[in-house]
């Protein structure tokens, strides 16, 4: 299953696929050319399809946890302070993606969604200290019975648009689509202080079943 973010993209991809190998067999009579451009076309078509796959994920919903965002590494745990919406201290949960891992963003709880802004910015490497603050990025802020969460789409130096599907008001369930970043970037995440965290520095998470902290 792929994400819908990327059916043109791939399409694009099958057909240059297709047109350069054509090209290629009826122009070059050499086996070991056609092969070559076979093989590195062949390769370009499979890093895309793999880019924009949206494999399904089964989420146990439950008020009292926050699951992962996103595929990746867990990059950054610690308490800092959060000055776009609840301008308090927090703990901030990063989680980075590089280009192989899958960029489809979920909601870590279910809930209302209360903020929901894009930023433009820069784009710096997504693992920069100031990344959270200076690169392109969006900020959503869930709310449910339990807690009251924020989480921020990074862009990184390779990613040049985010998706947000967010919007306030929505009613949004834990673990379904949210958005999709393109290419490598991060993920933040803001819970309370007093959380308890689920996962380590460096620790490998799954987006929509990874729990990573508990309410």
Known sequence: MFHKEGYKIISIAIVLFLGINVASYVAIQLDYWIFSIFLITLA??????????????????????VVSPVDGKVVVIEEVFEKEFFKKEMIQVSVFMSP?????????????VKFSKYHPGKYLVAWH????EENERTTVVVKNNKVEILYRQ???ALAKRIVNYAQEGQKVIQGADSGFIKFGSRVDVFLPIGTEIKVALHQKVKGGESIIASI
């Open 44 to 65: 370009f078509l499979i890093l895309i399809l793999q880019f924009f796959r949206n494999p399904k994920r089964e989420t146990n919903t439950n008020e009292a946890t």
């Open 100 to 112: 192989l891992n899958v960029h489809v963003t979920r909601h870590p709880i279910a809930g209302e």
């Open 129 to 132: 200290p100031k990344a959270s």
């Open 154 to 156: 990074i862009a990184g």
